[in-house]
């Protein structure tokens, strides 16, 4: 069973990272980053993240959910408030965002405090989404054991029924998050594992800037 993976290498040869270079607000830095990802790697796949969380069970757990929109306060998510994240969160508000780009060999590494956005920003989101994914959020109680997927097909079929002629209102148990940040580390491959780690941590209103051994 098992397998040897020792081999397995690539070098990072694909750019630097100097603080000379880079833009004092990482916010600003993300944009610039994000940019260069969605030209290169396309829409489908640049807003994935992870999203760790502490569980009530003191255990940290990360998951992909999508960056739905960014802006000098942080980084906004969407899910259910009742699943397992949503409770995690309501218990323990400090969360950590990553993302890992391949093909620019770069990686994003946000902590910061999460906290609900507002009822009409989470409607918005809700209301531009298609009926499908509407009816979805609705029908999944996420993270809860289910029997079978039939469960969710039946409830599906009912709402569907049920919605046919009436407006999908957001439910009170689904809606945004807000990660604002307190540290952003940008992580850039280089030859020899000598990798590039610029990190900026908020002090005050400050951004300090600091490069970190790879
Ligand atoms: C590509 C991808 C995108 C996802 N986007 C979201 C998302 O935006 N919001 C969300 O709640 N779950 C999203 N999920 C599902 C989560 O990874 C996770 O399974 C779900 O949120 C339940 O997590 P929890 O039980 O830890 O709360 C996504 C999964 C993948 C693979």
Not at 94 to 105: D, M, N, R, Y
Not at 155 to 166: C, D, G, M, T
């Amino acid at each position: 069973m098992s397998q040897n993976l020792h081999d397995y290498r690539r070098s990072y040869e694909k750019g630097a990272l100097t603080k000379a270079s880079i833009d004092p607000n990482p916010l600003q830095q993300f944009r610039t980053w994000f940019y260069e990802a969605k030209e290169t790697i396309g829409e489908g796949e640049v807003n994935t993240m992870t999203l760790t969380t502490i569980g009530l069970d003191g255990f940290p757990k990360g998951r992909i959910v999508l960056l739905k929109e960014y802006n000098e306060y942080g980084f906004c998510f969407f899910t259910n408030y009742k699943s397992e994240k949503g409770l995690s969160i309501s218990a323990n508000e400090k969360v950590s965002l990553s993302f890992f780009w391949p093909i620019l060999e770069r990686q994003i590494i946000i902590k910061g405090i999460a906290s609900k956005t507002s009822a009409s920003v989470s409607s918005n989101y809700f209301d531009s989404r298609p009926i499908g994914s509407k009816l979805g959020a609705i029908v999944s109680d996420q993270s809860s054991v289910i029997e079978n997927r039939e469960v969710l097909t039946k409830k599906l079929k009912s709402l569907e029924e049920e919605y046919k002629n009436k407006e999908i209102i957001r439910p009170d148990f689904w809606g945004g998050y807000l990660v604002s940040p307190i540290a952003i580390e940008f992580w850039q491959g280089r030859p020899n594992r000598l990798h590039d780690r610029i990190c900026y941590t908020l002090e005050g209103n400050d951004w300090k800037i600091e490069r970190l051994s790879p």
